[in-house]
């Protein structure tokens, strides 16, 4: 990474990385994407999932942990050093992987953030879309630095008070993307998707930074209540499959969440053990 690139997104709360991946790499993820949402349903498309002659889905479809459905082709996301640096340059070197997913959405979505650590910690994802979109398919739009404090204090208390459609809020940015771009963005960071343009497909990974009691209790409390939050919601975050194929570095993004009791716990779900 670039310290531009650092700054923007320590100011802004994101930064998208043009054509990171080439365009073969991204004809693999796509095929990869469709195979592995298939075998999700057991190998049938359900019609209540289809509206239209373009197959784009008629409700959301979320798939988490989702890397499992197709490992020779999403695994090595988790090896490749283009992710890998960036992960450990913006969270720290000793970064926790959390969760994959595979979604492919039906229509818009109101603003929102994800996961909210206290001041000086956070969480982040990456997403991969697989199509070409823009303001009217639905491009991730978000709110530029409103994973800072006292601007997400203001929005969770106004932002649907304040007379603006949410198409016409001031100082919200559309990030358009083509197949290859990659979007990293902190989990505070405000956005939604202002198009009710169905079958959007996208590969989401995430990760959370690591502490300790001793370093910082109020953020170490957090840092439990999050991992337990997200192996009750979705299960255990890492198969087998994923362990027994790690690199060395691919291991140490699971080590910690092992050593607190998560990760390679609780119910298995989908397929994770292939």
């Given at each position: 990474?670039?310290?531009?690139?650092?700054?923007?997104?320590?100011?802004?709360?994101?930064?998208?990385?043009?054509?990171?991946?080439?365009?073969?790499?991204?004809?693999?993820?796509?095929?990869?994407?469709?195979?592995?949402?298939?075998?999700?349903?057991?190998?049938?498309?359900?019609?209540?999932?289809?509206?239209?002659?373009?197959?784009?889905?008629?409700?959301?479809?979320?798939?988490?942990?989702?890397?499992?459905?197709?490992?020779?082709?999403?695994?090595?996301?988790?090896?490749?050093?283009?992710?890998?640096?960036?992960?450990?340059?913006?969270?720290?070197?000793?970064?926790?992987?959390?969760?994959?997913?595979?979604?492919?959405?039906?229509?818009?979505?109101?603003?929102?953030?994800?996961?909210?650590?206290?001041?000086?910690?956070?969480?982040?994802?990456?997403?991969?879309?697989?199509?070409?979109l823009?303001?009217?398919?639905?491009?991730?739009?978000?709110?530029?630095?409103?994973?800072?404090?006292?601007?997400?204090?203001?929005?969770?208390?106004?932002?649907g008070?304040?007379?603006?459609?949410?198409?016409?809020?001031?100082?919200?940015?559309?990030?358009?993307?083509e197949?290859?771009d990659?979007?990293?963005?902190?989990?505070?960071?405000?956005?939604?998707?202002?198009?009710?343009?169905?079958?959007?497909?996208?590969?989401?990974?995430?990760?959370?930074?690591?502490?300790?009691?001793?370093?910082?209790?109020?953020?170490?409390?957090?840092?439990?209540?999050?991992?337990?939050?997200?192996?009750?919601?979705?299960?255990?975050?890492?198969?087998?499959?994923?362990?027994?194929?790690?690199?060395?570095?691919?291991?140490?993004?699971?080590?910690?969440?092992?050593?607190?009791?998560?990760?390679?716990?609780?119910?298995?779900?989908?397929l994770q053990?292939?």
């Amino acid at each position: 990474m670039t310290e531009e690139q650092i700054r923007h997104f320590e100011t802004l709360g994101f930064f998208l990385w043009k054509q990171l991946l080439s365009p073969d790499e991204m004809r693999v993820l796509s095929d990869a994407f469709d195979a592995a949402m298939t075998k999700a349903r057991g190998g049938e498309v359900d019609p209540e999932l289809r509206q239209d002659e373009g197959g784009n889905s008629a409700r959301r479809e979320q798939i988490i942990p989702f890397f499992d459905y197709a490992p020779d082709a999403f695994y090595p996301l988790l090896d490749d050093e283009r992710f890998v640096n960036v992960l450990a340059t913006l969270l720290g070197d000793d970064f926790i992987l959390t969760v994959s997913e595979g979604v492919i959405h039906a229509g818009g979505t109101r603003w929102h953030h994800d996961a909210y650590g206290p001041e000086g910690f956070f969480s982040m994802k990456v997403a991969i879309y697989l199509d070409p979109l823009g303001p009217d398919d639905g491009c991730l739009s978000v709110i530029p630095g409103s994973h800072f404090m006292e601007y997400r204090q203001a929005l969770n208390e106004t932002i649907g008070t304040i007379g603006v459609k949410p198409e016409e809020l001031p100082g919200h940015y559309r990030i358009c993307t083509e197949p290859g771009d990659v979007i990293f963005m902190n989990h505070k960071t405000h956005h939604a998707a202002l198009s009710d343009n169905p079958g959007r497909r996208v590969i989401y990974f995430n990760a959370v930074q690591n502490t300790t009691a001793e370093k910082n209790q109020e953020h170490f409390d957090w840092l439990m209540d999050f991992l337990r939050g997200e192996t009750n919601h979705w299960g255990r975050f890492y198969s087998e499959s994923l362990l027994r194929t790690a690199t060395p570095r691919r291991q140490k993004m699971m080590d910690r969440a092992i050593e607190l009791g998560f990760g390679n716990t609780g119910p298995i779900t989908h397929l994770q053990n292939l």
